[in-house]
Each structure stands twice: as structure tokens, then as C-alpha cells.
């Protein structure tokens, strides 16, 4: 039969195990929502601004896209 010390130290290291899982679960949470929510705000444009010819124009939700954009609809 196990002593009560040996549950302690099982019960212990489950707790540990539950706790460092439970933040590594939050800090992808964290990271991916801020991932998800920064949208454009972190990106820089890889062409100075220069849309024409640009491989990621279609997609592209900076400023400078929206106006080149703009500009091609005829607005």
C-alpha cells in the first residue's frame, strides 16, 4: 500500500503537470488571438508601397493596397 507522503508527492506532480499545461494552453490562446486581431497592423509592406505587380495586392489590407485598390475600381 502506498503512504501518504507518496500520494502527497503524486498529487503534487499531477497539480504541476495540470498547472503547466493549463499555461501553455493560455499562451497559445493569448498569442493566437493576438495573431488573429493584429490583422495588418503589425505587417509592413515588402515593396514600399509600390502595389503594381506585387504577389500579395489581392489580399493585402494595408493602407497603401486599399488606396491602389481604390484607385483601380475607378473610386
Given at each position: 500500500?502506498?503512504?501518504?507522503?507518496?500520494?502527497?508527492?503524486?498529487?503534487?506532480?499531477?497539480?504541476?503537470?495540470?498547472?503547466?499545461?493549463g499555461?501553455?494552453?493560455?499562451?497559445?490562446?493569448?498569442?493566437?488571438?493576438?495573431?488573429w486581431?493584429?490583422?495588418?497592423?503589425g505587417?509592413?509592406?515588402?515593396?514600399q508601397?509600390?502595389?503594381?505587380?506585387?504577389a500579395?495586392?489581392?489580399s493585402?489590407?494595408?493602407?497603401?493596397?486599399?488606396?491602389?485598390k481604390?484607385?483601380q475600381?475607378?473610386?
Amino acid at each position: 500500500m502506498h503512504s501518504s507522503a507518496e500520494r502527497f508527492e503524486s498529487r503534487r506532480e499531477f497539480l504541476r503537470a495540470a498547472g503547466r499545461g493549463g499555461l501553455l494552453a493560455l499562451l497559445a490562446a493569448v498569442s493566437g488571438l493576438a495573431a488573429w486581431s493584429r490583422g495588418s497592423a503589425g505587417r509592413r509592406c515588402a515593396r514600399q508601397g509600390v502595389c503594381r505587380g506585387c504577389a500579395v495586392f489581392a489580399s493585402c489590407s494595408l493602407p497603401q493596397a486599399l488606396s491602389a485598390k481604390d484607385a483601380q475600381a475607378g473610386g
